[in-house]
């Protein structure tokens, strides 16, 4: 038995199931792991939040069978995880500050005044308090990677799932949204667990990842 937040065991990533992955992600580390277009790095992140069930082999998180959990109980679950998508997953016709109280709005029983005290936090938090006005297509390509992490954040989780967060990035701010998605770093290692999936993590980034692998066609390798 493991304490790991998220572990893959012997799960498929084809529909054959020739190659599987096993994989731990352990506590208050951060893991990436990169792969190109046919390697099955897409489905990595989408499992683990559970859009999509393994045909076989056991994936865990944060101690739950996710093929055990009900539609409702999956709905519940997801607000335990912060997940940043690939593309950011902002919706056009809300402004920043809209897309960041989205999860507050719908998820939590706030009052207006509590939601609005803790918007202000999380947008000074994020560097997007001048900004929280605009909507995406007026903000800049890291001051929508920011709105989204400070979205997925909202509820403080100690899992992260990010896709393919550091394209059109640059360097520093890749570091940054990382740094962001760590919460900082305590005896234990870093305040949250996170799990990155993508087709390239920046060098600059790279030594940031305690654990680093490569899907090759299925197949993980651990990089140095």
Do not use: C
């Not at 679950?77 to 950011?88: F, H, I, S």
């Not at 800049?140 to 989780?157: C, G, I, V």
């Amino acid at each position: 038995m493991t304490d790991a937040p998220l572990v893959f065991r012997d799960v498929p990533l084809n529909d054959g199931g020739a190659a599987t992955v096993t994989l731990e992600v352990p506590a208050h580390r951060a893991v990436s792991v990169v792969g190109g277009e046919n390697s099955g790095i897409a489905l990595l992140g989408r499992m683990a939040l559970g859009f999509i069930t393994p045909t076989s082999g056991h994936l865990t998180v944060l101690g739950t069978e996710l093929a055990t959990l009900s539609r409702r109980d999956l709905l519940a679950y997801r607000r335990r995880v912060g997940y940043l998508p690939a593309g950011n997953g902002l919706l056009q016709n809300l402004t920043l500050r809209q897309n960041v109280a989205l999860p507050l709005r719908f998820g939590s029983d706030l009052s207006e005044r509590e939601i609005e005290s803790r918007l202000n936090i999380m947008l000074a938090a994020a560097g997007l308090a001048a900004v929280g006005h605009l909507r995406p297509t007026q903000a800049s390509e890291e001051q929508q990677r920011r709105a989204a992490m400070a979205r997925a954040l909202a509820f403080d989780p100690k899992l992260v799932i990010l896709e393919e967060p550091f394209i059109g990035l640059t360097d520093r701010a890749a570091r940054n949204v990382l740094e962001t998605a760590r919460g900082g770093d305590s005896g234990e290692g870093s305040h949250r667990t996170v799990f990155a999936v993508g087709s390239n993590v920046p060098a600059l980034v790279s030594r940031r990842f305690e654990l680093r692998y490569r899907l090759i066609r299925g197949v993980l390798q651990q990089e140095d």
